[in-house]
């Protein structure tokens, strides 16, 4: 499975941004697609999870109730929704796939991609 990360950009507090997550080969041996994120001098840490085939979706306490994780399964692509962004949202963004249907560590996902670098100013 090949994961193709965009959407980050420079924003200001309160704003909202979508990421896109594109999926490309075996999709179809993913169960579980997740959102982390890595910021200045932390470790990547667990944003948001959806299963491929439908419901649940699973967020971190940090984002609950601003971020959105969706998936479009005719395009392929999994989408992460966030409203009233922070200053402590600044991160690099990464997309995930598993073949398991739940993690919420990265060391329980198989695929990566590339970062997408969010900047919220305040």
């Known amino acids: 499975v090949q994961l193709q990360a965009s959407g980050g950009g420079l924003v200001q507090a309160g704003d909202s941004l979508r990421l896109s997550c594109a999926a490309s080969?075996?999709?179809?041996?993913?169960?579980?697609f997740g959102w982390f994120r890595q910021a200045p001098g932390k470790e990547r840490a667990f944003v948001a999870a959806?299963?491929?085939?439908?419901?649940?979706?699973y967020y971190a306490n940090s984002v609950r109730g601003r971020f959105t994780i969706s998936r479009n399964s005719v395009k392929n692509t999994i989408y992460l929704q966030m409203n009233s962004l922070k200053p402590e949202d600044t991160a690099i963004y990464y997309c995930?796939?598993?073949?398991?249907?739940?993690?919420?560590?990265?060391?329980?996902?198989?695929?990566w991609g590339q970062g997408t670098l969010v900047t919220v100013s305040s």
């Open positions: 959806v299963r491929w085939r439908g419901s649940p979706t």
């Open positions: 995930a796939a598993d073949p398991k249907t739940y993690g919420d560590r990265d060391v329980e996902y198989q695929w």
């Open positions: 080969g075996r999709t179809s041996d993913a169960n579980i």
